[in-house]
């Protein structure tokens, strides 16, 4: 039997945000509990991690990103990688207005209100993850 601190594969999580702090919060936070962490300050960067492979577990997406809209880049991912689009995790400043603009668009995802608790963060992170 394998008595290798590593019984689970290591998962990769997706953080796309114009916010150098969010981004940090959420990389030291996933890096703490095991997950590798990818970062994009743009919709139009996360594309290009993504194109390179292979797909992460979760995304993490800020909905007000400058150039290319978190809502855009959600229907891009929704297009390119269909698996992945059950895996995304919303952010945002304005929660309530997130989810009207989701809701026009069809897009039926967890919203992370910023600024979010570690126990929010987690009980997000355990849900969208089991999809992977």
């Not at 919709?43 to 978190?70: H, K, M, Q, T, Y």
């Not at 400043?93 to 987690?122: H, N, T, V, W, Y």
């Amino acid at each position: 039997m394998d008595a290798s601190p590593r019984a689970h594969p290591i998962r990769t999580a997706l953080v796309v945000d114009d916010e150098q702090v969010v981004r940090l919060v959420l990389r030291r936070y996933l890096g703490r509990v095991g997950w590798k962490v990818l970062e994009a300050e743009t919709a139009e960067r996360a594309l290009e991690l993504l194109a390179e492979g292979p797909a992460p577990d979760i995304v993490f997406c800020d909905l007000n990103l400058p150039g290319l809209s978190g809502v855009a880049l959600c229907r891009r991912i929704a297009e390119l990688h269909p698996g992945l689009a059950t895996r995304l995790v919303l952010t945002s400043g304005d929660a309530a207005m997130a989810a009207a603009e989701l809701e026009a668009a069809s897009i039926d995802r967890p919203i992370l209100g910023k600024p979010f608790a570690l126990a929010e963060l987690q009980r997000v992170v355990d849900r969208v993850a089991s999809r992977a």
